[in-house]
């Protein structure tokens, strides 16, 4: 299918010109912003031989298509009548109520995991030391390890009123200084004394706040609109300690009158709510979100049961990730039964190593999902029934997750009753790896076209190699651990990302600038032994439209390994909130029988990033 033939079937299928309200591409992809996404027919789309995947992330419909998008998006706008700069029409162009609620969440968590699950595991750890008397309780040393562990829970709604009010738009600390507020010695010894007291004659009802979210949540929600008002009708001389002084002064009375009240029923009511349905039918709650789980995660859905899950662990126990522990196991399971089965197919075998052994040990299984479930589709229902089997038995005994922890091995002891955990996930991984070990894990067009790799040819010297130096100083970071499903999951191509430490990009290779992006953030090169090269800087970094970046060369321009092609504002990019990380992808790996990485964790320009074997 030529550009023109495929830019008018996906405008078609996307629902028509009429349902779009914008347009623009990056390096890879259409980026739509549609006005009803359930009319468009993602099914048939994803089926294209021309299109690699369909993404919904921040209220876009993005089409990846690879190398060809620009001419894809050219032929588009000769057809249809789409202004790129068009964004302001009703719909689900912006993100519905529901999914901005889900991204609230998200952003509002997923800064704080990393302190969540460490002391987690902290709590872990002095649980086994406990258990197996390694550590008296109440010795010095176990009681400041246990203040380590449990701060990041007591002043949790210090540390969401930072990151719902950044997520929200408004004054982080402030945000934060009125989480702290509930937290105030003064108004917690009040409660402990069960002391009354009222707020210019308004009664207060005293509550423990400790460890609480859906208080944090509404109160920081309504500091948001209070926020953006204040500063619309305070003069901006004024605002830097004006604004400040009225939010609080509005924003912690009304949170301890009404929003830290209401925000603790609401939770509770929710969590009655999943626990109602849970103690009606254990067995179908534990397979919904054993089976289910690995997809609510997809859509960001999860998010929806963090604050339920710190909340029943608050009160003793959470049965809902006690149940949801299922599917991740079951994600383990496919990438070890793809490692058992992938003998010939060396790149699904490394990749299904990789990101196994990080699921078992870290409980991090998003590599797994968009690198191998998600690429490999025969393998879904395979996790939907082992999530399904391990979710069952869970619920059906009333398993538990005690501390907030993520689901790996070393956080066992966080889960009660613990043989019956155990025996669980055993049978859901077992189940899982044997699924794809005996009913494959191939899509039956992987299967059709694949070619077994000649042995003869490379003991014979048949083999090319050719290398390709780094582009830029900085981190190296394994392609499946960008924080980018298209790149993570190497649809387009094998490669390697790299965290820059300064703002310049080289050549890589002796060869022809093949692609400009006009936004200057993204290169294509073919070098003279015929490698497709992307250096694509930055991500989502296509929306800055061009700023902060300076093209040194044009498109055609012959260059010498070395060259200068790209000048960036590294610090202005970060400013502006968007991830630096840069993308060195092969977008023809399928002419290579392999893609080295280099072993260094950073690297120079000029030195050896990847290997290419063909």
């Known amino acids: 299918m030529n550009d023109r033939e495929l830019g008018k079937k996906i405008v078609e299928l996307v629902g028509g010109e009429q349902n779009i309200s914008s347009l623009v591409h990056c390096a890879t992809r259409l980026r739509f912003k549609l006005k009803d996404t359930q009319k468009a027919e993602t099914s048939q789309i994803e089926q294209m031989p021309d299109v690699l995947q369909v993404v919904k992330s921040g209220g876009q ?130 409660l402990a004394t069960n002391t009354p007291i009222d707020f210019i004659g308004i009664p207060v009802l005293l509550i423990d706040y400790s460890a609480s979210v859906f208080p944090i949540f509404v109160t920081m929600f309504v500091y948001g609109l209070v926020d953006k008002l204040l500063r619309k009708i305070i003069y901006k001389d004024l605002q830097l300690f004006i604004v400040p002084m009225l939010s609080l ?4 009375p009304l949170a301890v009158i009404a929003f830290g009240p209401f925000g603790t029923y609401v939770g509770s009511w929710l969590s009655q709510g999943v626990m109602w349905l849970i103690a009606k039918s254990s067995i179908l709650a534990g397979m919904v979100l054993g089976g289910g789980m690995t997809f609510m995660v997809i859509f960001g859905l999860h998010w929806g049961f963090t604050p ?28 070890l039964g793809i490692f058992l089965r992938a003998r010939k197919d060396k790149e699904a075998r490394a990749l299904a190593g990789s990101v196994g052994l990080t699921g078992i040990l870290a409980g991090v299984t998003e590599p797994i999902v968009y690198g191998l479930i998600l690429r490999y589709k025969r393998t879904i229902p395979f996790v939907i029934i082992a999530g399904a089997i391990g979710g069952a038995i869970n619920g059906f005994f009333g398993v538990t997750m005690n501390e907030y922890v993520f689901h790996n091995i070393f956080s066992l002891p966080a889960y009660s009753p613990l043989i019956v955990y155990v025996i669980s996930i055993t049978i859901t991984l077992i189940t899982a790896a044997a699924l794809v070990f005996f009913f494959g894990y191939e899509n039956p067009k992987q299967e059709e076209v694949h070619i077994e790799e000649n042995p003869e040819e490379i003991s014979t010297g048949g083999v090319k190699i050719e290398e390709l130096k780094s582009p830029l100083n900085g981190a190296v970071i394994p392609l499946d651990k960008v924080e980018d ?27 022809t600038i093949t692609t400009l992006f ?49 000048e960036f504002e590294l610090e202005e990019i970060k400013k502006a909130g968007y991830p630096v990380t840069t993308l060195i992808v092969i977008t023809n790996t399928n002419d290579y029988l392999d893609v080295l990485d280099t072993e260094n964790q950073e690297i120079q320009t000029n030195e050896l990033l990847l290997t290419l074997i063909k």
């Open 61 to 190: 419909y993005q089409v990846v298509i690879g190398s060809r998008v620009a001419d894809v998006y050219a032929e588009i706008n000769k057809q249809a009548n789409i202004d790129e700069k068009k964004d302001n029409e009703s719909g689900n162009a912006k993100q519905n109520g529901l999914s901005a609620l889900f991204e609230v969440i998200s952003g509002a968590f997923s800064p704080l995991i990393p302190a969540l699950a460490g002391s987690g595991m902290l709590k872990a750890v002095l649980t086994v030391a406990t258990t197996f008397n390694w550590l008296d309780a109440e010795s010095g040393t176990y009681l400041i390890l246990a203040a380590a562990a449990n701060a990041i829970f007591f002043f949790l709604p210090l540390f969401l009123g930072i990151t719902l009010a950044k997520k929200l738009g408004a004054n982080p600390y402030v945000g934060g200084v009125i989480g702290a507020a509930l937290l105030e010695p003064t108004l917690t010894t009040l």
């Open 249 to 252: 002064m509005i924003m912690v």
């Open 308 to 335: 339920i899950t710190i909340e029943n662990i608050a009160m003793g126990g959470d049965p809902i990730e006690g149940m949801a522990a299922a599917a991740v196991f079951a994600q383990i399971g496919i990438a």
């Open 485 to 511: 499903e298209v790149f993570s999951s190497a649809i387009m191509g094998k490669g390697i990302g790299i965290e820059p430490f300064d703002g310049r990009v080289v050549s890589p290779v002796n060869g």
């Open 518 to 566: 006009p936004t200057q953030h993204a290169i294509g090169i073919t070098s003279d032994a015929g490698a497709e090269i992307l250096i694509h800087i930055g991500l989502d970094t296509v929306e800055l439209e061009g700023k902060y970046f300076s093209a040194k060369v044009q498109q055609g321009t012959e260059v010498l390994q070395g060259e200068l092609l790209v």
